[in-house]
């Protein structure tokens, strides 16, 4: 039996996104809300130029591991003349594929990296809207930890949602089950709970089975160690996701470490470029990442970022 069948469509009808309004490259927050920050340190800007365009971004304080990482690897000239090997219109575009650098187009990308992970950092805070810079990473199947790819990374691009697809992004995480059940079926094949949901299924079938999760979710949850729900989303959240957008389905299982705070229209023209199956653009886009060290300050004012908005 294909004992994750059912949780599977659920898993693909939830990510089915209801989006509708245009982009917009600013957001609406009330200054008297946040916090004060002191921009009298430094900060590095991160460059990426690309064929169709150059974005500059903010790596997040939050996440020191992945920033450090992401620094030094692009200080080392890891990233340069890689491609964006994955790209996919309303979602995001993916890249640091050490093996990408030569690849021929017929070549599959999307293994490759450094040799090692970064362990997770993610914050309920730093989340997936448009122009976010995230790690990518092995599915919660085979890595429960959801350990960061060592050099691979997306920037979101999204859509602009409505009520509806917002209300859809808090309880369950399906994506998280779904991953839950693999470990559980892989890593502990004795346990009691598939004893459980093989019982459920054999009895009534793919009806069965999801309300004997959907029942069963605390214990899931003890037996993997995987978080299995969604919190119920801010107000600072829901204001990002209706005005620039962004893909919410993915906060709380993947790194957010960084902003793009110029060049989002570059995001635009990778994700609109035509591609191949596997998502691999027709016309490689490569990328050079570059940094520098600038004041806060200076940082802030000539990209109109404010450090209280993340």
Do not use: W
Not at 52 to 70: S, V
Not at 284 to 301: F, G, L, N
């Amino acid at each position: 039996m294909n004992r994750i069948k059912a949780l599977g469509l659920l898993m693909a009808l939830f990510l089915v996104v209801t989006a509708c309004g245009d982009g917009s490259s600013s957001e609406s927050t009330n200054d008297s809300d946040l916090p004060e920050v002191d921009l009298s340190g430094t900060d590095y800007l991160v460059t990426i130029k690309t064929d169709l365009g150059e974005m500059k971004a903010i790596l997040y304080d939050q996440t020191p591991q992945h920033k450090e990482n992401f620094i030094k690897l692009a200080k080392e000239g890891f990233y340069d003349s890689l491609i964006f090997h994955r790209v996919i219109q309303g979602f995001m575009i993916q890249g640091g594929d050490p093996e990408s650098k030569n690849a021929g187009p017929e070549k599959r990308l999307g293994s490759g990296g450094p040799g090692y992970t970064v362990p997770a950092e993610i914050r309920d805070e730093l989340y997936h809207k448009k122009g976010a810079l995230s790690a990518a990473r092995k599915g919660d199947g085979i890595n429960p930890e959801r350990a960061s790819s060592g050099s691979q990374f997306y920037v979101v691009q999204g859509e602009v949602l409505n009520d509806a697809s917002i209300a859809q992004f808090s309880g369950p995480n399906f994506a998280a089950i779904g991953g839950a059940l693999q470990y559980l079926r892989n890593n502990k094949p004795d346990h009691d709970l598939n004893k459980t949901y093989e019982e459920a299924y054999n009895q009534g079938g793919d009806q069965a089975y999801e309300a004997k999760v959907m029942e069963t979710l605390d214990q899931l949850e003890e037996a993997t160690g995987i978080s299995l729900n969604k919190p119920e989303m801010s107000e600072a959240k829901k204001e990002a996701y209706q005005t620039v957008g962004g893909t919410p389905f993915l906060d709380g299982d993947y790194t957010v470490f960084g902003q793009v705070i110029s060049g989002l229209e570059v995001i635009d023209a990778i994700a609109g470029v035509q591609t191949a199956p596997g998502d691999r653009p027709v016309e490689d886009v490569r990328m050079y990442i570059s940094v520098e060290e600038m004041p806060k300050k200076e940082i802030a004012e000539k990209y109109s970022y404010d450090y209280r908005i993340q």
